[in-house]
């Protein structure tokens, strides 16, 4: 019997996340049998260099996606936040399972807590999203481009002789690491990435045997509030390489959304909130884009985009 082969990463992360969705999905499709297939991406094999030198958009899913054309996969798990917005021809995101912690945290092995770093404390970070942030809430800091996988990045830390990094609630608790978190970091300052949280699992439009299988441990929530997210993201023409960020949460029916734009050394900041019917998902990610145009987003993504 033919498998049911998952393209993902094999960082420890991602290797955690395909096996996660392979348990939901093995007692879907009995007896078939469901195998990891993995792909190295672009952004796995250059880690000495920043995203937007090496091309940012695609950097960890492009290969993958191709595995899925060229047939040699039959669905991909994503990390959604990596996911570009623009629709790749044939194919299609499918499902997302429920939605992990969204927030980012503050690792440190000297400080309890973001606000205890002194003047001038060197941070590191991969994330341009983060970096502005950062600079917004703290202009005095001393940042640090950080790439690599999690133990990569808790590593450096230790022998960069860095005050600390920030890196996402979901991936430390997925690897058993929260032990490692000093402080999760408000979002009230530190708004996530569209999709942070949460698994993107894509499939070729045209395999309805396969997108039969992910509709049933689809989300709904999740996949309303990461559509919303999404289509702000892609109105606003932004992608990891320019700092945007979005959440959105859904209760009684009604979709909330969050959405920010930063220059990318932190002086201005634009944030807007946004409400919807769940059912409005994507023209209530457009509206929230539309308004944060109109309060003068376009120029800070044009300095960004620089």
Known sequence: MKPLRIATRGSKLALWQAEHVAGLLRPLVEPRP?????????????QDRSLNVIGGQGAFTKEIQQALLDGRAD???HSLKDLPTQPVPGLLLAATPPRAAVHDAFVSDKYARFEDLPEGAALGTGSVRRRAQLLHRRPDLRLFDLRGNVDTRLRKMTEGDLDGIVLAVAGLERLGLTARIAE???????????????????????DAETRAALERINHAETFQAVTAERAFLRALGGGCLVPIAGLGRIEDGILQLQGMVCSPDGSRRIAAVVSGPVSEAQAVGERLAERLLRLGAGEVLEIAAE
């Open 34 to 46: 469901v195998e990891l297939v993995v792909v190295t991406t672009t952004g796995d094999r250059v």
């Open 75 to 77: 669905l991909a798990v």
């Open 184 to 206: 999760i970091l408000p979002e009230e300052w530190m708004l996530p990435a569209v999709g942070q949280g949460a698994l993107g699992l894509e499939c070729r439009a045209d």
